[in-house]
């Protein structure tokens, strides 16, 4: 069965650009989460959509958004990237909004701006 | 303070010893944890969920939880060199009907042959 998956696995991007980072849930999730994760630290919550729907969002600019389509794939957008937004940027997904029984992440994008 | 707490180590021990990884957590409302395992350049994955007071046994894995104390704690068994990894703690805050975790910064364990 295929996993979480993330495309793409590395994206260098230079100061100011637009990215557009995507995600495929297990096959029967309908929740997916996007979270990033700077080197060192744990994982920092920036959106989650359940069912198509925004379900929760972080404390992140309004430079990063997100979508979740029919399918319940989903697309995160960051612009005007910053040196900062490097990161490993991961998308876990769950079968119930609430993640009762935990989420099962992807292998993640890392995201470079130079 | 930090949401989610841990000692980011790194925790050294030999094989076969028992690992102890400790997590603190400000919000008594979370109801659902969560340890996740990281090795260096891969994604987080699951090991345990816990919502009971208590001890939760998988294996070599035991999480305990104790609420009134607001701390979560992973034990390892006959600890392995595979099992070297960052640890992280995640909590979900009960009244949330989303699915947001807060993550610890994690604990680097090291096991050594």
């Known amino acids: 069965d295929a996993g979480v998956t993330q495309s793409p696995t590395h994206l260098i991007k230079t100061r100011g650009q637009h990215v557009t980072l995507r995600c495929s849930p297990i096959?029967?999730?309908?929740?997916v989460s996007w979270y990033q994760q700077v080197l060192g630290q744990g994982p920092q919550f920036i959106f989650q959509y359940y069912e198509k729907e925004e379900r929760g969002r972080g404390n992140f600019p309004d430079r990063f958004s997100a979508r979740q389509f029919p399918n319940y794939s989903s697309e995160l957008n960051v612009n005007a990237l910053l040196l900062g937004d490097s990161a490993l940027y991961l998308c876990?997904?769950?079968?119930?909004?609430?993640?009762?029984?935990?989420?099962?992440f992807g292998s993640g994008t890392r995201l470079t701006v130079v | 303070q930090k949401e989610v707490e841990q000692n980011s180590g790194p925790l050294s021990v030999p094989e076969g010893a028992i690992a102890s990884l400790n997590c603190t957590y400000s919000?008594?409302?979370?109801?659902?944890f969560f340890w996740y395992r990281q090795y260096s350049g891969k994604s987080p994955e699951l090991i345990m969920f816990?919502?009971?007071?208590g001890d939760k046994e998988d294996g070599r894995f035991t999480a305990q939880l104790n609420k009134a104390s607001q701390y979560v704690s992973l034990l390892i068994r006959d600890s392995q060199p595979s099992d070297s990894a960052t640890y992280l703690c995640?909590?979900?805050?009960?009244?949330?009907?989303?699915?947001?975790?807060?993550f610890g910064q994690g604990t680097t364990l090291q096991v050594k042959p």
């Open positions: 919000d008594r409302g979370s109801q659902s």
């Open positions: 876990a997904s769950s079968l119930l909004g609430q993640g009762i029984y935990g989420y099962t």
């Open positions: 995640a909590v979900k805050h009960g009244s949330s009907n989303t699915g947001k975790l807060i």
């Open positions: 096959s029967g999730h309908k929740s």
């Open positions: 816990i919502y009971s007071n």
